[in-house]
């Protein structure tokens, strides 16, 4: 399939509400253009289709695969059924952009990765911080040595529901909810880019509600002497935050999941004795940017299995500390 000549023409599956978000992204994106929303509903899709303008609307997920015109798929749909619509996506030929988590389980993600390569389609997890021009910017230190040895990353990803949405799905058990795929993932995907390797065990204990985490604390352990702790909830203020600590200074950011201004962004260093510099980074619009490198790797006609080797990665982590969690005692990591 020839994308050069056209901008990447995307679909959505389904109206989730961070679709919203996506699909507004897609229609600034270069090289990005947004022509279909599906829905199992027909007069939903429709609603929402005219309430976020877009051209075209379909009833069933798998009318939108049958679209000769559509080349990507956007899926924000219940980890639950990542792999199913992935799959799907993939033998029809569509490029997938999937929400995170990106599967209920290694062994879906891994059917899901290689579908994808079997079918020459590019596969993309929705972590969008990863995109941002910061993260690079950030990296340098950690990389370069000014902060010494780097030997912890702390993080926390929380945040707080007045009252419980009982019907939210991330509160079911059956569509794989639970914080720790919801929010969790960007605590490990932050952990993983500071310390370019897997750990090699790790511990977790959690609080459920309805059989899936309301909040855990997991702790992981990495090749010299390093180490990574972490908290993510539903039920604590606002907090997204992280610290790699070197033995020299110490880098920290308090808006790394989603930046508090898409204007300029920032981030510290800290030298362990009262000095702080900080750095500023922007504008800069992540989501907007997400799009463009997807649009931009699919265009190339050079598939980049790097996004979904670090989703893999990621997902290898999440499931041995949920295994953690529930059996109380530390795993280690299976090579």
């Known amino acids: 399939m020839n994308h050069k000549n056209h901008p990447l023409r995307w679909g959505i599956m389904g109206t989730a509400e961070i679709a919203g978000k996506v699909s507004r992204a897609m229609q600034r994106a270069e090289g990005s253009e947004l022509l279909k929303i599906a829905s199992r509903d027909a007069e939903r899709a429709k609603d929402w289709a005219e309430e976020h303008d877009v051209p075209q609307s379909c009833a069933g997920y798998a009318a939108l695969l049958d679209d000769a015109e559509i080349d990507a798929v956007y899926v924000p749909l219940p980890p639950s059924l990542h792999c199913e619509w992935t799959i799907r996506a993939a033998e029809a030929g569509k490029h997938v952009l999937c929400e995170k988590p990106l599967a209920a389980t290694v062994a879906e993600a891994e059917e899901m990765i290689a579908a994808c390569r079997q ?39 929380t945040f707080n529901w007045d009252e419980i949405p009982e019907d939210t799905i991330l509160l079911k058990p059956e569509l794989a909810g639970g914080c720790l795929g919801d929010l969790g993932w960007y605590n490990v995907a932050l952990t993983l880019w500071a310390f370019g390797e897997l750990p090699q065990r790790v511990w977790a204990t959690a ?34 935050w992280f610290e ?24 510290w260093l800290h030298d362990g004795q ?44 999440c499931e041995q500390l949920a295994k953690a969690a529930r059996q109380e005692q530390m795993v280690e990591m299976v090579p």
Request: glycine share 8%.
């Open 119 to 157: 079918h020459g389609v590019q596969l993309m997890d929705g972590t969008m911080w990863t995109h941002h021009e910061r993260t690079p910017v950030m990296r340098h230190p950690i990389a370069d040595g000014t902060l010494g040895r780097s030997r912890r990353v702390t993080s926390a990803f």
């Open 207 to 240: 609080r459920y509600y309805h059989d899936v985490e309301m909040n855990l604390s997991g702790v992981m352990w990495f090749s010299g002497e390093r180490m990574a702790s972490f908290d993510c909830g539903f039920d604590v203020v606002d907090r997204q």
């Open 244 to 267: 790699v600590a070197g033995k020299e200074q110490t880098l920290v950011c308090d808006d790394f999941v989603l930046p508090w201004s898409d204007a300029e962004t920032r981030f």
């Open 274 to 317: 009262g000095g702080s510099r900080e750095q500023t980074v922007g504008p800069c619009v992540q989501e907007v940017r997400m799009i463009e490198d997807f649009s931009a790797a699919v265009c190339r006609g050079t598939l980049n299995h790097d996004w979904p080797r670090r989703s893999l990665d990621i997902m290898r982590v």
